[in-house]
């Protein structure tokens, strides 16, 4: 009896790792998320046309078409849109009056249609 209960403290020592591993994997996701958003929220406050948002989104899913190996394809697709959308030559062109105004929204991620 002693070595079933050791056994399923084992177990559940396993279990908690596994949980703990995941919950740092979709903070990382949610992190990486908020970013994407800011910078897609700054493109849309820098009125960025529907097409060239679309051709950064297909640039980046064409890149991510092979996942590389040992690397999270969520995450992948993530990094590489963040990189594709602060990369973009807009943002690198906003005016300083537009980059210092307040936001109109109280919060700046949502992306309204």
């Known amino acids: 009896e002693l070595q079933q209960k050791v056994e399923e403290a084992e177990l559940l020592k396993m279990e908690l790792?596994?949980?703990e591993t995941e919950r740092v994997r979709l903070s990382l996701v949610e992190e990486k998320l908020m970013d994407v958003l800011q910078l897609l929220q700054q493109?849309?406050?820098l009125n960025i046309s529907?097409?060239?948002l679309g051709k950064i989104l297909l640039s980046t899913l064409e890149s991510c078409r092979d996942p590389q190996p040992g690397k999270a394809q969520l995450l992948e697709v993530l990094d590489t849109l963040q990189q594709e959308l602060a990369a973009c030559e807009?943002?690198?062109?906003?005016?300083?009056?537009q980059a210092q105004s307040p936001r109109s929204l109280s919060n700046p991620l949502v992306i309204s249609c």
């Open 90 to 97: 807009l943002l690198h062109r906003q005016p300083m009056e």
């Open 50 to 52: 529907k097409r060239a």
């Open 17 to 19: 790792q596994m949980l």
């Open 43 to 45: 493109l849309r406050d």
